[in-house]
């Protein structure tokens, strides 16, 4: 059974920047998908980013293209998420979640297609 542990939120200015992670315990973290979602109150779980087992692939959502990069540490088991030039609209809850495939795969950005998830940390950038 994997686990997820995510870390690194917190508040922060607009423009400012933070690193969350994701660590992965119980199975090799190759083994998986991971990706990142984040929820705002009353929104629905929205995908943010993801990368392939092997870290060769990733792919974000449009409104992070440019401002988040999606990384892993297999050293570490860890799964980064570098989140720079933060805008209030980012403000939400961060999850990751781990898809028992070595590829990102096709609905990657539907929550359903994810086994395993962490508690979430918060992120609040104030304007």
């Known amino acids: 059974q994997v686990q997820l542990v995510e870390s690194g939120g917190g508040l922060v200015q607009a423009g400012g920047s933070l690193r969350l992670a994701c660590g992965v315990s119980?199975?090799?973290?190759?083994?998986?998908?991971i990706a990142w979602f984040r929820q705002a109150p009353g929104a629905a779980r929205e995908f943010v980013a993801a990368?392939?087992?092997?870290?060769?692939?990733?792919t974000n959502e449009d409104s992070v293209k440019d401002r988040f990069t999606i990384s892993r540490d297999s050293a570490k088991n860890t799964v980064y998420l570098q989140m720079n030039s933060l805008k209030p609209e980012d403000t939400a809850v961060y999850y990751c979640?781990?898809?028992?495939?070595?590829?990102?795969?096709?609905?990657?950005?539907?929550?359903?297609?994810?086994?395993?998830w962490g508690q979430g940390t918060q992120v609040t950038v104030s304007s």
């Open positions: 119980g199975r090799t973290l190759s083994r998986f998908a």
């Open positions: 979640a781990a898809r028992n495939s070595y590829y990102i795969g096709s609905n990657y950005d539907s929550p359903a297609q994810y086994d395993c």
């Open positions: 990368i392939s087992g092997s870290g060769g692939s990733t």
